[in-house]
C-alpha cells in the first residue's frame, strides 16, 4: 500500500529504509492527508541548526577534504527530497494519480541520487552522516499547502535552482581532476530536467497556466520565489528542456539570484 510506504521511507530510522523502493503498483489512497511534521533519522543525520553544518563553497572543490563536506551537503538535499515526496505522497491523497505517479517516480530518482553520493563519499574516505547536516527543505512545510504550491517549492524553487548549482559543481569536479564525481553531477543535472519538467506541467493542469510566470509567483511563499530558483550562471537552455516557455525563462534570468540569508550570490 502506497500510504504504509510513504509513511516508512518518511519515519525511517535507517539509511536503508530511507532508500527502500516501492514494489506495489498502486497509487491510490482513501485516507485523510497526513502531514509529518519531521523526519525519522538515525542519531548521525540528525537535523541541526543551519549554523551548525557549514558547507564549502564551490572552490573548496579543488580540495578532496572540502569536496568531501561538499558532497555530504549534496547527499542530505537528496535525503530531504527522498522524505518530502513520500511526504506530498501522504499530505495530497486526493491528488490525480498521475501526479502521484510522478512523485513516486521522482522519488525512486532522489534514491539513485543519494545512493551515487553515498558512494562519491565513500570513495573519499567518507561516510554519509560524518557532517552535521541541515533540515532546510523541512523547515519550508508551511509553504506546501497543496500541490501546485509543492511543485513551486520543490520543482520550481529547489530542483530549478539545481539546474545551475549541479553544472557548476560538475564543471568545479572536473575542473580538480574528479571524473567520477562529475559524472554523478551530470546525471543529476540530466534528472533535474526531467523533475523540473514535472514541475512546470503539473503547476499549468492546477492552475490553468495562461500566465505560468504569474501562477508561479501566486504560488510559491517567501522567502522562496524566483531568486532562489536560479544560481548564479543561469543554464537557460535546460530551461528550455523541462520545457518553460521564453516569456518565463527571460522573467527568471532577469531576476538577481539571492542566498537563503538574502544575501547575493
Known amino acids: 500500500m502506497i500510504r504504509a510506504y510513504a509513511h516508512a521511507v518518511v519515519t525511517a530510522t535507517t539509511l536503508e529504509g530511507k532508500l527502500a523502493g516501492f514494489s ?28 551548525e553544518a557549514r558547507v564549502p563553497p564551490l572552490q573548496g572543490m579543488r580540495d578532496p577534504a572540502q569536496r568531501a563536506r561538499i558532497l555530504h551537503a549534496l547527499a542530505n538535499h537528496e535525503l530531504q527530497a527522498i522524505e518530502l515526496f513520500a511526504w506530498a505522497l501522504l499530505a495530497y ?3 490525480p494519480a498521475p501526479f502521484r505517479t510522478g512523485l513516486l517516480a ?5 534514491q539513485r541520487h543519494l545512493q551515487l553520493y553515498c558512494d562519491r563519499l565513500a570513495a573519499h574516505g567518507a561516510s554519509f552522516g560524518a557532517y552535521p547536516v541541515t533540515g532546510h527543505f523541512w523547515n519550508k ?24 548549482f549541479a553544472g557548476d559543481y560538475a564543471a568545479a569536479a572536473r575542473a580538480a581532476g574528479d571524473e567520477a564525481t562529475a559524472l554523478v553531477l551530470d546525471r543529476v543535472h540530466d534528472d533535474e530536467i526531467r523533475h523540473v519538467h514535472f514541475g512546470w ?18 504560488h510559491v511563499k517567501f522567502p522562496l520565489g524566483p531568486r532562489r530558483a536560479r544560481g548564479v550562471r543561469f543554464d537557460r537552455e535546460a530551461r528550455r528542456r523541462a520545457g518553460f516557455d521564453e516569456a ?9 539570484p539571492k542566498r537563503p ?5
Open 261 to 265: 540569508n538574502g544575501q547575493p550570490r
Open 248 to 256: 518565463f525563462i527571460d522573467a527568471l534570468e532577469a531576476i538577481e
Open 141 to 164: 512545510l508551511d509553504h506546501l499547502a497543496g500541490p501546485a504550491e509543492f511543485v513551486c517549492a520543490m520543482a520550481l524553487t529547489f530542483e530549478n535552482a539545481n539546474l545551475d
Open 201 to 218: 506541467v503539473w503547476l499549468r493542469r492546477f492552475t490553468g497556466g495562461a500566465d505560468m510566470w504569474q501562477a508561479y509567483l501566486d
Open 106 to 110: 521522482i522519488l525512486a530518482d532522489e
Open 93 to 95: 491523497p486526493d491528488a
Open 24 to 51: 506495489g503498483d498502486d497509487v491510490a489512497d482513501a485516507d485523510p492527508p497526513l502531514r509529518l511534521a519531521a523526519p525519522g533519522r538515525p542519531p548521525e543525520l540528525a537535523i541541526v541548526a543551519g549554523r
